[in-house]
């Protein structure tokens, strides 16, 4: 199995763009989580679906973010517009459930400049 | 507070040291994880664990349900042990179970030198 898969791995763009990151979960997992890392907060949970729905929204910081996963596949977190704060590395993981392992992907850097 | 405390924050250690890490947590928890993270940013899961013991290879983890405490050990250390170790465990949502959102802490930074 490839893992979790994540793209892209590096992203810099300007303030105000709008920028998307992309996640294929692995194969058989149920359940997908989008995280954020900074040195200041660590790890952060942004939101995580089970069966493609989205169950705890709570960690997302504000509307300029949303995130969707329209099959069991594939997710996307997106940011519009983007800010200099938003930079740090983004994280999905997958895990078949509640009580497994998640498995991460290696994660997009983004710089917002 | 943060409901999970990691010490030490910071750890050096020669290669071929015996290194603990430890994690406690403030609440009842139905299992805690260690998460590895490497210089090149990548996080790989080590161990889930509600009880007792799990070894893998070098790798030892251990829980103390009632002390609400779990501690990490790394025999005859190497320097590609060097990485962050995170310790999280589930939190409980609303309804009072045990869901898969995950309180981290805030890790620990090994480094051991050859």
């Known amino acids: 199995d490839a893992g979790v898969i994540q793209s892209p791995r590096h992203e810099v763009t300007e303030m105000g763009q709008e920028v998307t990151l992309r996640c294929k979960p692995i194969s058989g997992h149920n359940s997908l989580f989008w995280y954020r890392q900074t040195m200041m907060r660590g790890l952060e949970l942004l939101i995580y679906f089970n069966n493609n729905v989205p169950i705890d929204d709570s960690g997302m910081p504000e509307d300029r973010f949303s995130a969707k996963m329209p099959n069991a596949s594939f997710s996307t977190l997106k940011i519009q517009p983007s800010e200099p704060r938003d930079s740090a590395v983004y994280f999905c993981?997958?895990?078949?459930?509640?009580?497994?392992?998640?498995?991460f992907g290696p994660g997009t850097r983004l710089t917002v400049t | 507070k943060n409901e999970v405390e990691q010490s030490p924050q910071n750890l050096t250690a020669q290669e071929g040291e015996f290194i603990t890490i430890n994690c406690s947590y403030s609440?009842?928890?139905?299992?805690l994880h260690w998460l590895q993270q490497h210089p090149g940013g990548g996080i790989v899961s080590l161990f889930m664990l509600s009880s007792g013991k799990k070894k893998h290879g070098r790798l030892i983890a251990t829980i103390n349900i009632q002390e609400k405490h779990s501690s990490l050990h790394i025999t005859a250390s190497h320097p590609r042990d060097s990485a962050v170790y995170i310790c999280a465990h589930p939190r409980l949502d609303k309804v009072g179970e045990y869901g898969n959102k995950l309180v981290f802490g805030a890790g620990t930074i090994l480094r051991v030198k050859s």
């Open positions: 993981a997958s895990t078949l459930g509640t009580g497994y392992e998640q498995y």
């Open positions: 609440v009842g928890i139905s299992a």
